[in-house]
Structures are given as structure tokens and as C-alpha cells.
């Protein structure tokens, strides 16, 4: 039997009614598997949690994390406290202390899901968006003079390390030469930003000759996300800095039909730390509440877990179950069904048994 201790945040608004779906579906994996046992703990941490304590996390929060084998979070952020307060106080300190450097993200229109692109099928959008998670626009370098007057100024710096920006890109590569597209897309911007940029474009080019069988090409971020739009199927892996890989992933999610669908893994791919395991999208305060948040981002970035953890066969089961509820017609608004949080989550769980 493997034992493995999920420490659980489920955080802000919808995070709250996803996560217990998300636990839900690895407590049934774990049951039909039969040797694969989760044992949780939950912390409170979100924004009611600051209001209360003026923090987003304890102290030593860090610290207690850093025991789990993995982090399994919901969303991060709520009207009342500031975004970049919530953000910088709970999920970057996580990224950064646990060395979850390699933000993995699936962008794959599923079975059963319409993509607001016209004429797109299921195989005609599948790649993998590899986000750079611990330095680049996210930086705390940086100051702000003379506020609130009209001599006013304002600097934010972009941290680009070698090292950082290597391991990033042999990750993608490194990702890419598994799969059946063996692609890497660079996402620069190197015409209008001429430090960090260049610096980027040449250590791709210096990381690509490694992996003669990998095709490679950059582009700027501008047309690349064109070419999501109108080329989806031209991709196998997409990779970019912090802030591109962000955006990126929300439009992927956009195109494969729903933001509510979009997961994502922040490893440490040395596993010296916990990974963590979020969906893509956030706390969804307009429909908080109210039942119907779709949980498959969340189910689908437990899927990811599972993988990590060393069960690729896990995934595979609980992606094809989420494929069959959807295929069936069984979806949340968000993707123009009427079933809510639990009848969706119900449907995967009774998917998972019959394929199990
Ligand atoms: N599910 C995690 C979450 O709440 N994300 C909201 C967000 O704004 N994330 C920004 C980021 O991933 O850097």
C-alpha cells in the first residue's frame, strides 16, 4: 500500500466547491486502485483567513507544507483583499520555497466540449503550455516614489536568470521529445524588449541543439497567440516566461472550451519539495455559491497529481472518465449544460467504477 500526505488549501470562492470534488475523485481512484491510499490536511488559508489574521498564512505555513508529498490547492483570491496581497502571500511564496519552477499546463479540447473556435475537433487542439514559475515579470524588484503625486514614478524589474531560464526550456524540450508532436514553441517578445528577451531567444537556441530530434521555433507572443486562435493544431509544446505562460494558458483554456476545464502542476522536477497541484482558473466570485462551478480543472489537475505520484495509468483513467461524462452531455453552464458542481463530480466518480 502507498501512502501519500496531500496537504489541502482549498483557498477563496469557487476553490471552496472544487476542491472537495477534486478530493472526492482521488479518494475513488484510490479505492478501485486498492494499493494507493491519500491521507489529507487541510489548511484554511485564503483571504477570510487574512482579514482575520492580516496574514495569508501562518508564519511557519511554509514549514508545514514543506512535510507533504504533495499540495492540492483550489483558488487564491477574493474581492476585499488586494490581488497581488493574496497572490504574493500565499500561491508565489509556494512556487518559489518549494522550487515548483516548471508550471505544466494541458490545453486539449475534450470529447463532447465545443471550442468557440468554428470547425475544431478534439484532435485538432492538443499541446502542453510549459510556464516559467518562479522568476521573470514576477518579481518583487522594483519601487514606487513620490506616490499619489504628479512626479510620480514606478519601476518594476524582470529577473531572467541563466539558470533559470535554462532549466525551463530543457524542460519543454525534455517534454517534447516524449510526445507524439515533437515541437517546441518559444514565446518571446525579443523585437520590442531587448534585454530579457534576446537573452531568452539565445538560451532556447543554445537548449534546442541538444535535442537535435525536437523541432523548435520562437515567435512573439503577439502572433502566437494568433496563431492559437488560428493554428491550435500547429502546437506540441508551448513555452514561455511567468507572465506569457499565464496569459497563454487562460486563452488555451478559452479555446479547449472553458476556463473552468484548465489545470495545472507546479513541480519541482528534482522532487527535492512538494508539487502542487491547482486548477487554472481562479476564485470565480460572480458565481460563488451558487453550485455550479465546473469541477473538472480541479479533477483533471488531481489527475496530474496522481501522475507525479507515479500513477500515469491514474491519470489516464480519470481523464477519460471526465471525456465520458462530458461526451455524454453532462456539463456545467460554463460549457452550456445545467448540471452542477455534484452531478458532474457524481458522473465521474460512477465513470471512473464502470471503467475501473
Ligand atoms: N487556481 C489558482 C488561482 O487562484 N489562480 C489565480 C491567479 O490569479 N493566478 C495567477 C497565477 O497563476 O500566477
Redesign the pocket.
Known sequence: MKRFDIAVIP?DGI?REVVPAGRKILDVVAQVHGGLRFRYQSYPWSCAYYLKHGRMMPEDGLARLGGSDAIF?????FPGVP?HVS?WGL?IPIRREFQQYACVRPVRLLPGVRSPLAGRGPGDIDFIVVRENNEGEYSSMGGRIYSGTPHEVVTQLNLFTRRGTERIIRYAFQLARGKRKRKVTSATKSNGIIYSMPFWDEVFWQVAKEYPGVAAEQMHIDALSARFVTHPQNFGVVVGSNLFG?ILTDLGAAIAGSIGIGASANLNPERRFPSCF??????APDIVGRGIANPLGQIWSGALMLEHLGFPKAHDLVVKAMSSVLDSGIKTPDLGGKASTRQVTAAVVGEIRRLA
Open positions: 483557498g476553490g490547492l483550489g483558488a487564491v483570491g490581488d497572490l500561491l499565464d491547482e486548477p487554472v482558473h481562479g476564485s
